[in-house]
């Protein structure tokens, strides 16, 4: 299935605000009022980094407020596109295509949306845990959130009860606190209030404390390096849970043209296909992408 036709807004975004967070992490508010009004969480924005680099780079959707008209984005400086992304100040404008791709697509029958999310996969997830809380019942979704380098993001004590959460995960979001979505966060790098350890460990264990008929209403979305996915996976095909992945890939165009970012995937009658995870994707039934 590609993504819908005439959705993408060409604009020139205005910097608002850029932070600089530990270990090469930048947090990015553009005002962009055309990408806020359609973008949905999972979708991606297309920028154009600096006048003098022709080719733009994806950068995931973290929030949208379309009455403000601002999209937030997590990027990590990686080369020079995002080097000189970096660079750019509020008040400057950049060259901005979106909302590009196909969405997560959560469903009410399963109101119990597990959402994890690792690195620079963090943004998609958190961007649906704070949509689905601010649309308030049926949703009840759960944040499980793994980082090596430090969380770009301001952290506070998890009051909101988890079951089945280990006694040394203590720390949050604060904006997860403060939006009420029960939340985790894990790391091998021994950061302190994080679960030494996967995402999918602290999953397990949630889980492992639902009856048969409440686990029968989770959902998972997930995004994050491609292993953290394929373990995301193989999690949910165990206990028999639908799964939505966000992917991440290396882009060229953007928007369908090039074929540059294709991955494979199982079609309905089991045979191999190509999809494109700009406008296929990004996000993917887990059952059908070919693990590799």
Same mark, same amino acid.
């Given at each position: ?33 055309? +990408? ?14 600096? &006048? ?70 963090? &943004? ?41 959460? $280990? ?24 950061? $302190?209030? +994080? ?46 849970? $639908? ?17 540059? +970012? ?31």
């Amino acid at each position: 299935m590609g993504g819908a036709r005439g959705t993408i807004a060409l604009e020139d975004a205005e910097v608002l605000e850029h932070e600089a967070w530990p270990e090469g992490q930048h947090r990015l508010v553009l005002r962009a009022p055309r +990408c806020a009004a359609r973008a949905a969480p999972g979708q991606f924005a297309h920028l154009r980094c600096d &006048p003098m680099l022709p080719m733009r780079r994806p950068l995931s959707l973290m929030g949208a407020d379309p009455a403000a008209g601002t999209i937030e984005l997590l990027y990590k400086v990686v080369g020079l596109g995002t080097a000189r992304l970096a660079a750019r100040r509020p008040g400057e404008r950049l060259s901005l295509l979106g909302p590009i791709g196909r969405p997560f697509a959560p469903a009410p029958e399963r109101p119990r949306v597990l959402l994890l999310g690792g690195g620079v996969g963090i &943004p998609p997830v958190l961007f649906l845990a704070e949509r689905l809380a601010a649309q308030g019942p049926p949703w009840r979704p759960v944040a499980l959130l793994g980082s090596e380098a430090p969380f770009p993001f301001a952290l506070a004590e998890a009051r909101e009860p988890l079951p089945g959460a $280990p006694p040394a995960a203590t720390a949050t979001l604060a904006r997860l606190e403060h939006a009420g979505v029960p939340a985790r966060l894990a790391s091998l790098r021994g950061h $302190p209030g +994080c679960h030494r350890g996967y995402v999918t460990e602290l999953a397990e264990a949630w889980l492992e404390t639902l009856a048969p008929a409440e686990r029968g209403r989770v959902l998972v979305c997930a995004c994050g390096p491609h292993p953290m996915l394929a373990a995301v996976a193989r999690l949910a095909a165990r206990h028999g849970l $639908p799964c939505q992945v966000a992917l991440e890939e290396h882009m060229a165009c953007g928007v369908g043209g090039c074929a540059g +970012c294709t991955v494979a995937v199982r079609a309905g009658d089991g045979a191999l296909a190509m999809r494109r995870v700009c406008v296929d994707g990004p996000v993917f039934d887990a059952a059908e992408v070919v693990w590799r």
